[in-house]
């Protein structure tokens, strides 16, 4: 006879078989929560503790002088200035200039939680202090310290810099120490991210050299705000560079843009790789116009040269002489970039091409000796800018058409096409509910970046450029129109596109269109916008009506005025 129970106890697993089976499960569960943790948001940073911000009476004492300076300008014209926009515009162009996107729809509803005469300042403070925030600024700074090529890969790390940037700006280090360091840095690129600033100069052919006429040039632009690289070919016709004490100003001449560029020639790479750069003191030489042989040029600054220390490393020197606070180019360029960043175009144009006596633009040299006196501090000086009334001044009135020379003296605010970058990040946190941030999950972050990567490279990227007035063409419409990047954000998907959830959550159909307006045109709708679009969306269910909400994202984000900083 057969034992049965010697047969169903041959069914059980033995003791051995048992723990391999709990390990697969374990494994499998682990699996199952990793995937699941990925997928899901992070718990999120209370945007909102509903807490007043004190207002910095130094701070408004700045705002009542540039708003003084500005309104005589505009009065000097005969000019009238615009009334003050609505808190929601004033608050998309703070999310365009400091994260690169409109405001998404949870953060709206947060900002309706503040108290309204606090919202613009609280808003300021919470992006600054916003991981977005400070990566948005250190590409933006990044482009014009090393422009937008990957350059030797060996000897550069583009994103390594882009990251260190973002560092420092996140802790509001004095832009002067981050610049000096950037000017003077020794070390592995990878170790010392700095450094990249100068090897982002370097090619195969310059033998682990770093550039110095590059770098001069980039010295005057980026930090000075000056084209003194114009004179490192020639020097005849050029007397609108004007050079020395105001007293008594020099035409700019070769000598004064090589003397500058002798700075960088010990720059190079230790033949011991991994002790990166170093400054082996290497002569600069040149053949200047009319020269028959190159011949060493000294050191030497264009202008303010009793600020130059005698003593210390060349590159050390340049970058105390850079940074001193005496040094006005130094603040007046800061101000200018940074005010091209907040306003969409910067006081003086092109960014980085000022005089060294100016005459300047009312509110520049204010701005900028507060930068000098409150030790270089990057977020006070925005804080400022989006306290003034030129900042928060509507782009349209009801007393006048506005002009460009209304927009030149800023009696209203600029409208300026959004930027690239700018177009792709409000298309996509558009098309969703809750903000897209640091909090978000892995596959959101990883969503956003593959869809911005191939916007860019379709839409076209302007580079160092950015700041120059571009028409947009109509393969960049058509991309924006037809392109994956609206397409699939607009579409039929529960999970992921808001034009699924606001169609579940928004039982009737004003609500929905608030919604979608507030979402990708922070604004609300008018009477005329609702009775439109609710007559699209009549009788509409289930995935008809979620898909008659896509149709309303998809006008909108196509529309001139999402296109546009107004």
């Not at 129970?5 to 003791?15: D, L, N, V």
């Not at 992070?42 to 540039?66: G, N, Q």
């Not at 609710?534 to 196509?558: Q, T």
Request: glycine share 6%; net charge negative.
């Amino acid at each position: 006879m057969i034992d049965v129970s010697m047969f169903e106890r041959s069914k059980q697993p033995s003791p051995a078989r048992w723990k391999k089976h709990l390990l697969l499960i374990a494994i499998l569960l682990g699996t199952i929560g990793t995937f699941a943790a990925a997928i899901r948001s992070k718990p999120r940073i209370r945007l909102a503790e509903r807490k007043s911000i004190p207002i910095d009476p130094t701070i408004m004492s700045a705002v009542r002088a540039i708003d003084g300076e500005l309104q005589a300008a505009i009065l000097a014209a005969g000019l009238d200035a615009a009334p003050a926009a609505d808190w929601m515009t004033i608050g998309r162009r703070i999310s365009l200039a400091l994260v690169g996107t409109g405001m998404s729809l949870e953060e709206i509803r947060i900002l309706e939680q503040i108290p309204e005469p606090e919202r613009i300042r609280w808003w300021v403070d919470h992006l600054l202090n916003d991981s977005r925030c400070s990566d948005y600024l250190g590409e933006r700074f990044a482009r014009a310290y090393v422009g937008t090529n990957n350059g030797p890969f060996i000897l550069f790390r583009r994103r390594r810099f882009r990251m260190w940037l973002s560092e420092q700006f996140q802790q509001n280090r004095p832009y002067d120490a981050i610049v000096r360091e950037m000017i003077s840095s020794e070390g592995l690129w990878t170790d010392h991210p700095a450094v990249n600033f100068l090897t982002a100069t370097m090619d195969e052919q310059d033998n682990g050299r770093a550039d110095p006429i590059r770098l001069a040039g980039r010295t005057t632009r980026a930090f000075l705000g000056m084209r003194i690289d114009c004179l490192q070919c020639h020097d005849d016709f050029l007397d609108k560079i004007k050079l020395g004490p105001l007293e008594s100003p020099v035409d700019g001449e070769q000598h004064h843009f090589h003397e500058l560029a002798s700075f960088f020639s010990g720059a190079r790479v230790s033949k011991n790789i991994f002790a990166g750069l170093r400054d082996d003191r290497q002569d600069y030489r040149f053949q200047f116009l009319n020269a028959s042989d190159e011949s060493v040029v000294p050191l030497g600054v264009p202008f303010h040269g009793h600020l130059l220390p005698t003593e210390g490393k060349p590159r050390h020197r340049l970058a105390a002489w850079v940074t001193h606070p005496e040094n006005l180019p130094f603040a007046r360029a800061t101000v200018n970039r940074v005010w091209a960043l907040m306003f969409g175009r910067p006081l003086v144009e092109p960014v980085d091409d000022m005089s060294l006596h100016g005459p300047f633009p009312a509110g520049l040299e204010t701005l900028a000796q507060d930068f000098v006196a409150y030790g270089f501090d990057l977020h006070r000086l925005i804080r400022i800018l989006t306290q003034t009334n030129a900042f928060q001044r509507d782009s349209r009135s009801p007393d006048f058409q506005p002009t460009l020379e209304h927009e030149g003296l800023w009696a209203v605010f600029p409208m300026t096409q959004l930027r690239p970058e700018q177009v792709a990040g409000s298309i996509h946190q558009a098309c969703r509910v809750r903000t897209v941030d640091e909090h978000s999950s892995i596959v959101t972050k990883l969503e956003k970046f593959g869809y911005l990567e191939d916007f860019m490279r379709d839409y076209g990227d302007r580079g160092e450029d950015e700041f120059v007035a571009q028409s947009v063409t109509i393969p960049q419409r058509l991309l924006v129109m037809n392109g994956d990047l609206i397409k699939d954000r607009v579409q039929s998907n529960p999970i992921m596109n808001a034009s699924n959830r606001i169609a579940a959550t928004a039982h009737d159909n004003s609500t929905a269109i608030e919604a979608v307006y507030l979402a990708a045109l922070n604004r609300k709708p008018s009477v005329a916008e609702v009775e439109a679009m609710s007559e699209f969306l009549l009788e509409k269910k289930g995935e008809d009506r979620a898909n008659a909400i896509g149709g309303v994202y998809w006008v909108l984000l196509n529309s001139t005025e999402f296109l546009w900083n107004h």
